[in-house]
């Protein structure tokens, strides 16, 4: 501590920061891809219907959707139905019905099946095409925490281990900066290393509660992962302790049932089952209309009576919960909830915790302002990772000889902040030029993905460094800029018919393109006007001569003997 708690704080933020830098930039930039996912996914099944400008009914939507379950001959011996009714909700833009089937000797959970149906008549449409088969914006969102190609148990320790190293990054950067508001309101432009710490400080500053928020909620995502022994040492070891662990967390979830009682058939029980429209008319007094996104049906099990669980598109809670209400279908009585662990203010704070995470009670503007805040980490990070370069390049350059780990840095640097962005957008081409029937299209648009991140670490490898990050940063502009017209050369639900039809979240994609290839090519703009300036050798200073003396007193110095 010989240099002083902050100098010992810079030093942290700085090596914590650098080490698992490039893994953050991956968990950050793909994370916030996941805030948009299923938009995502609408973008890349290009076979889906638009959104619906006039929805039903629900009574009418649950009236078809029921018929045609109880016609439905796999259905009959299903252990459970699920409804999913048409909405302007997002992520509630199709009508279709799914079931469960019981499981097999050896299996743990039965097969699920799930229809789509054509809203007018109820049954499966005659001629839709069958969306093809993509990853989609779900793979993206996995991918920020399980990355990919990696055992998921290593994958979500590798990314735990570095949040840690981001919180501790964020926590040394705050107390490194006593000036970090001040300097919030300073940025000079065109003072080389300068100028990238005034652009850190200031996107560091501009979204730092959002980035304490996204990094500690997290951890408390895979909280007993990363500290394995917190259970056993209190509920002791074994899949038994397990078991009641988690049967006292969920008090009447699928761990405190008793798994060998088996349920009877949906085709046996509905036969007894009450009207299920005064059903959904109760729900719709609780909640109000179009407030109901799902219905799922249970038979009998053991003394458990079959019951409808109707679940609500969305609440004013910004817990991480499902709001529902059951009812007996033996009676049609309101089924009470027993007292549960959401009652717990552990519990309660940890669903508020991930529920803050996910953003998923996100209204459209809070979503965006979401997008925006993980493009600014994104951001912060990138920045941090050009300022260790560029504040030790001048060292390297006049040195004549670049060290080994700083043009690995600098390569990676290329790699990830130029590569990924391009890696992301072929990702997006290869969902349109694969062909729709290939076996494995899904696997192989993830593959797209990082066979051009590893192309572009190899490119970054060959070329000089300023001209690397200008083709790539260039590549990847292009890239996103020319997905509207790919889009429209492949696809019927291109921009202009999505704006035509008011599906203006379908277009909302088209246009964040446009938006991000325009920042790329910015981007590729300013490297260009900077490119003989990125390896130029800082210029020798003159040395100082020293201070002249007065005239009158050297000739009094000359005349002293």
């Given at each position: ?28 930039l ?39 379950l109880?016609q439905?001959?796999e259905?009959q011996?299903a252990?459970?139905?699920?409804i999913?009714?048409?909405s ?13 089937l ?12 799930t ?9 499966p ?14 793979a ?11 055992p ?8 735990g ?13 705050v ?6 508001f ?28 959002f980035y ?15 500290m ?20 006292e ?19 046996q ?19 109000g ?17 079959a ?12 817990s ?24 717990k ?121 300023a001209?690397?990050?200008?083709e ?32 203006y979240?379908?277009?909302s ?20 006007l ?7 050798k ?13 005239a ?10």
């Amino acid at each position: 501590m010989k240099e002083g708690f902050r100098q010992c704080m810079a030093w942290l933020h700085t090596w914590t920061g650098l080490v698992v830098g490039w893994v953050l930039f991956f968990v950050f930039l793909t994370g916030t891809a996941g805030y948009v996912q299923i938009e995502l996914t609408r973008w890349m099944q290009p076979e889906r219907a638009m959104q619906a400008t006039a929805v039903p009914a629900e009574a009418d939507q649950l009236g078809k959707a029921y018929a045609y379950l109880k016609q439905q001959p796999e259905a009959q011996q299903a252990e459970r139905w699920g409804i999913n009714l048409l909405s302007n909700a997002r992520g509630w833009d199709e009508f279709s019905v799914n079931w469960s089937l019981p499981a097999q000797k050896g299996q743990r959970y039965g097969e699920y099946r799930t229809q789509i149906l054509d809203i007018i008549t109820g049954q499966p449409p005659v001629q839709q095409l069958k969306p093809r088969e993509t990853a989609g914006g779900d793979a993206l969102y996995r991918m920020h925490y399980a990355l990919h190609y990696l055992p998921y148990d290593w994958a979500i320790r590798i990314v735990g281990i570095c949040t840690m190293f981001m919180f501790v990054a964020i926590i040394s950067g705050v107390i490194t900066h006593k000036k970090i508001f001040k300097d919030f309101f300073t940025f000079r432009t065109a003072k080389g290393q300068r100028s990238w710490l005034d652009a850190h400080n200031v996107i560091s500053v501009i979204a730092l509660p959002f980035y304490l928020m996204i990094t500690y909620s997290g951890l408390i995502f895979f909280a007993n992962a990363y500290m394995p022994f917190g259970v056993p040492m209190v509920y002791g070891f074994g899949e038994k302790n397990s078991e009641r662990y988690y049967a006292e967390l969920y008090p009447g979830g699928r761990f405190g049932a008793d798994a060998s009682i088996a349920a009877q058939s949906m085709g046996q029980s509905v036969q007894h089952f009450v009207p299920i429209q005064p059903l959904l008319q109760q729900a719709q007094r609780e909640w109000g209309a179009h407030r109901i996104g799902s219905v799922n049906f249970y038979p009998a099990k053991g003394d458990a009576p079959a019951k409808a669980e109707f679940y609500q598109i969305s609440h004013d809670s910004i817990s991480r919960q499902r709001t529902s209400l059951s009812f007996d279908l033996s009676n049609g009585e309101k089924m009470t909830d027993n007292p549960s662990n959401q009652d717990k203010a552990p519990m309660q704070f940890a669903l508020a915790v991930l529920g803050l995470h996910e953003g998923s009670f996100a209204s459209p503007l809070i979503r965006v302002l979401y997008v925006m805040s993980g493009m600014l980490g994104t951001a912060m990070i990138a920045t941090g990772l050009v300022l260790w370069t560029v504040k030790r390049r001048p060292k390297q350059l006049k040195a004549e000889r670049m060290s080994l780990g700083h043009a690995l840095v600098e390569r990676l640097n290329i790699a990830m902040i130029a590569g990924l962005p391009l890696a992301i957008a072929v990702y997006f081409w290869a969902n349109r030029l694969i062909p729709a029937h290939l076996a494995d299209r899904a696997a192989w648009e993830i593959h797209s993905l990082y066979i051009t991140l590893a192309l572009s670490f190899l490119y970054a490898l060959c070329r000089p460094i300023a001209c690397a990050w200008l083709e790539i940063l260039s590549a990847a502009s292009l890239a996103y800029l020319l997905l509207p017209l790919l889009n429209a050369l492949t696809t019927e639900r291109h921009l202009v018919a999505s704006l035509a039809h008011q599906d203006y979240v379908l277009a909302s994609i088209d246009l964040g393109f446009l938006f991000l290839g325009g920042v790329l090519a910015w981007t590729a703009y300013k490297v260009w006007l900077k490119r003989e300036a990125i390896l130029k050798k800082p210029a020798a200073k003159a040395k100082r001569l020293p201070k002249q003396a007065p005239a009158a007193a050297v000739q009094a110095s000359e005349e002293l003997p």
